[in-house]
């Protein structure tokens, strides 16, 4: 596990598999180390873990799961989006009318 960039993840966090609208929620950082789900899992180069200040990170699971960070930081209406596509998925009615204040909040409500 690259220990350094996931001190810097800020938790609760999501994946976002690339081509898919299901998020997956990792509330802590035990979790993430813990989850066998996570490190059994093959990543695409294009999957990613938000934190719940906008930080992206790609994930790597190739002999063991890491993370680096990329300089990119993801907006709260990129966010919002991503929520939406998801609770649209599970048959949330009415996700157009979702909002959040902060990603935080956003993260949170799943």
Request: hydrophobic share 45%; proline share 2%; charged share 15%.
């Amino acid at each position: 596990m690259n220990i350094s960039s996931l001190t810097l993840v800020n938790f609760p966090a999501v994946i976002k598999l690339y081509a898919d609208d299901e998020l997956m929620l990792v509330a802590n950082e035990l979790e993430f180390k813990t989850n066998q789900n996570l490190r059994n899992m093959y990543f695409q180069p294009q999957d990613i873990l938000i934190d719940n200040s906008g930080h992206v990170f790609n994930i790597h699971n190739t002999e063991q799961l890491a993370l680096s960070k990329t300089d990119y930081i993801m907006r709260l209406d990129e966010v919002i989006k991503l929520v939406q596509l998801h609770l649209s998925n599970h048959g949330t009615c009415c996700i157009s009318k979702f909002s959040a204040n902060s990603i935080q909040d956003a993260l949170n409500f799943l």
